[in-house]
């Protein structure tokens, strides 16, 4: 296995302030935040960063299983929060086939939300089952870590964006 970098640490900083500015764009006045869990917490941590406006930070942790598993899904970690009529963000760091977003977006809806909108860093070229409104940027059906992505838990904390090459990818 190798690790090609795909997008580095300077270029990921233009992209996190350029989607703070288009947040602050969508949302007038103040909104709540729900970052999907694990692998969002590191562009969440950079995004709220460059956001000037009141906001609050939740999170929530779905496990969508791919393969053979495919289509079932383990909600982990529910946000305590009231939504009634609240503008909501939900922050992930990449969108692939679109199952977690989904979920997160139904739920977010259940609960009342009044205006309800889906932010990714990364988004594959690929049939997904949910649109995000706010995308940074687009890549090929690659495997991808680093900066919060994870390959079995390994390789979240490397600054920048790395395709996975070789047999495990
Ligand atoms: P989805 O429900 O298929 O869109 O998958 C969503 C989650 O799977 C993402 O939030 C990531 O945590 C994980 N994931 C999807 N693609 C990749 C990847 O290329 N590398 C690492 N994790 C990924
Ligand atoms: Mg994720």
Same mark, same amino acid.
């Given at each position: 296995m %190798? =690790? %090609?970098r795909l997008i580095g640490e300077e270029e990921i900083e233009g992209k996190v302030k350029e989607i703070a500015k288009q947040i602050e764009k969508t949302f007038k006045g103040k909104f709540i935040i729900i970052s999907l869990l694990k692998g969002a917490f590191i562009f969440t941590a950079d995004l709220v960063r460059n956001i000037e406006?009141?906001?609050e930070v939740y999170f929530m942790k779905v496990k969508s299983y791919k393969g053979q598993r495919s289509g079932e899904l383990q909600v982990e970690l529910l946000p305590k929060v009231n939504l009634k009529g609240k503008k909501v963000l939900i922050v992930d760091e990449i969108l692939d086939s679109? %199952?977690? =977003?989904k979920f997160a977006k139904e739920w977010v809806q259940r609960e009342g939300a009044g205006e309800v909108k889906v932010c990714v860093l990364l988004e594959k070229e690929k049939e997904k089952e949910v649109k995000a409104d706010i995308v940074g940027f687009k890549i090929p059906n690659y495997f991808v870590v680093g900066y919060g992505l994870d390959l079995d838990e390994k390789f979240r904390n490397l600054p920048y964006i790395a395709k996975v /090459?070789? /047999?495990e990818a």
């Open positions: %190798k =690790l %090609k406006r009141q906001v679109g %199952k977690s =977003l /090459e070789g /047999e």
